[in-house]
């Protein structure tokens, strides 16, 4: 089986000091349009763009890697 590079925006919320998976695609610019419109008020400290597979584990564990971090 072939998976495909796969783009996720997080965005952390400081109210709850968690990132959330807000949006997921296989294109960078797909994502980048959302933080456009969306998110064009939001620190890019807060903002992260993920590039994984696009099978489940992969985008799992860059979720954990990514809470590992400190916004």
Do not use: C, H, R
């Not at 998976?3 to 997921?24: M, S």
């Not at 998110?39 to 099978?55: E, F, S, V």
Request: net charge negative; charged share 30%; hydrophobic share 30%.
């Amino acid at each position: 089986m072939t998976t495909k590079p796969y783009y996720i925006l997080f965005v952390y919320d400081t109210d709850t000091q968690t990132w959330i998976d807000e949006f997921g695609d296989y294109t960078k610019a797909s994502l980048k349009t959302e933080i456009e419109f969306s998110y064009y008020d939001t620190k890019k400290k807060y903002i992260k763009i993920i590039k994984t597979t696009d099978d489940k584990n992969a985008i799992t564990n860059a979720y954990k890697n990514l809470e590992k971090e400190i916004a």
